[in-house]
């Protein structure tokens, strides 16, 4: 019996497209190990979405190849790296054994079986196909939480992304589909479903012909056992009513809400193509502000071709203004194949990242202000650990892995996975402190 290991990079999309891999292998007799160190065989499930990305996928595909002179037999490298570069990966990496591009991934077995008759497998091409039914997942996440993928694919065209070239159109799952996965994570002890897509606002509109996303939520809220609901990557220019609504007065969807907005200014969004502006955004902040202690988190793209200093400066009071409470700032990547590439001017690199920065101790100061304010309240916080005499874990306010943490200070018996309520005594700009 062959050892498989899985690296997964990139965003909670590819999580679950490894997960699947996982299920795959294993039916076909593979073992399944966590220790790359163990593998016989190697799958690098890779991001290729902006230039830091591709180059970590690309520095973790070199340094994996070196275990060929140990264990390691085979090295494979899948996802969004392998769609967009995929010849060239095979070219000018020869340590990499197969490629597999993001529509191509429920071939692995196939694959494998190929690799080990000496040949070199290259299957890309196949971005637009719907692979999430009939797969079963082998988690990787704690099992008290789980992602839900609920779409693939983008057609938003904005002109800085790449992602339609490499996951595709559009595509929603079926809401029966999805209410059959929810049901099955939640009896192995998902607690926390995060509700994922490139756009999962858009949910059902290719479909049913409508937004399905609040008639998708007060299904899966009907499950038994399941306590928090969570939703990422909900673009501003679907966000309606109706789901504010849902959101407002389904006590199991966490009043949390991760909402990409890019930047403030007309003329920005108008470049990016972001089918929205200042107006319509400022009215789903308002919109979003009606629900009593929500959390909005977002993203602000900075040194977008031609970014002005006003326009950067319009950007910085914005989110003074705004005051949300969870923000990332990134640097924009010129990436071939988008429309922005031949944008000009390009912004310098080192403007950009002193943007970045300046953007950032502004949110800094805002972050740490907002979480003063919880001192002496309740939170009710989801345990995932204990470290160095301490439990920590997270709030309604944050999501695994890019938000912050609570620390609990406590004298029960704790475990992974339950709740408490905790009272916060302390704060720092990210993160609580409380006791139980």
């Known amino acids: ?35 790359k160190n163990k593998a016989d065989i ?17 520095e973790y595909i070199i340094e994996m190849g070196k275990l060929k002179n140990r264990r390691l037999k085979y090295l494979i490298a899948t996802g969004c790296l392998s769609e967009r570069y995929n010849k060239e990966l095979l ?62 694919g983008c057609s938003n065209a904005c002109s800085f992304c790449i992602i339609p070239k490499i996951r595709g159109r559009y595509r929603s799952r079926k809401m029966e589909d999805i209410l059959r996965e929810a049901e099955e994570l939640v009896k192995k002890g998902a607690k926390e479903l995060i509700l994922i897509a490139q756009d999962t606002t858009k949910y059902g509109v290719d479909v049913y012909k409508k937004f399905m ?21 909900a673009y501003p220019d679907s966000v309606t009513e109706e789901l504010v609504e849902e959101i407002k007065n389904n006590e199991k969807i966490v009043k949390y809400i991760d909402i990409p907005l890019q930047h403030s200014h007309d003329e920005v969004l108008k470049r990016m ?36 200093e006003e326009e950067f400066e319009d950007l910085k009071q914005f989110v003074k203004e ?36 300046e953007l950032m101790e502004i ?6 202000q907002h979480n003063l304010s919880k001192i002496g309240k309740q939170l009710e916080v989801l345990i995932e650990g204990f470290e160095d005499g301490i439990y920590y874990g997270r709030s309604y306010m944050d999501a695994p892995e890019i938000d912050g ?26 993160d609580l402190v409380g006791e139980y």
């Not at 902040?285 to 031609?306: A, C, H, Q, Y």
């Open 363 to 368: 949110q800094k100061e805002i972050s740490y």
């Open 42 to 58: 190697l799958i690098i499930n890779t991001c290729g979405f902006i230039e830091d990305a591709k180059r970590e996928s690309i």
């Open 405 to 430: 943490v609570v620390y609990v200070k406590s004298d029960k018996k704790l475990k992974a996975g339950d709740f408490v309520v905790a009272t916060i005594t302390d704060a720092y700009e990210y």
């Open 91 to 152: 070219k000018e990496l020869p340590e990499l054994d197969a490629v597999i591009g993001t529509g191509d991934f429920p071939k692995i077995a196939e694959v494998i079986e190929e690799i080990e008759k000496g040949k070199t497998v290259l299957e890309y091409g196949h971005a637009n196909l719907l692979n999430d039914e009939g797969i079963q997942r082998i988690l990787t996440t704690p099992n008290y939480y789980t992602y839900l993928k609920i779409a693939e």
């Open 273 to 308: 193509n972001r089918n929205t502006n200042r107006q319509k955004i400022e009215e789903v902040i308002s919109r979003l502000r009606s629900i009593p202690n929500m959390v909005i988190r977002t993203t602000f793209m900075v040194g977008f071709p031609g970014e002005t």
């Open 213 to 233: 996303l609040p008639q998708l939520l007060k299904e899966i809220s009907k499950i038994d056992g399941l306590k928090w609901i969570r939703l990422l990557y």
């Open 322 to 357: 705004k005051r949300f409470e969870r923000v990332g700032v990134f640097t924009y990547s010129r990436e071939e194949g988008t429309k922005s590439y031949y944008m000009k001017p390009q912004i310098k690199k080192n403007v950009k990242i002193k943007r970045q920065q």
């Open 1 to 35: 019996m062959k050892n498989v290991g899985i690296i997964s990079l990139g965003c909670p999309k590819n999580t679950v497209d490894s997960e699947k891999m996982l299920a795959i292998l294993k039916e076909k007799g593979y073992n399944i190990v966590n220790d």
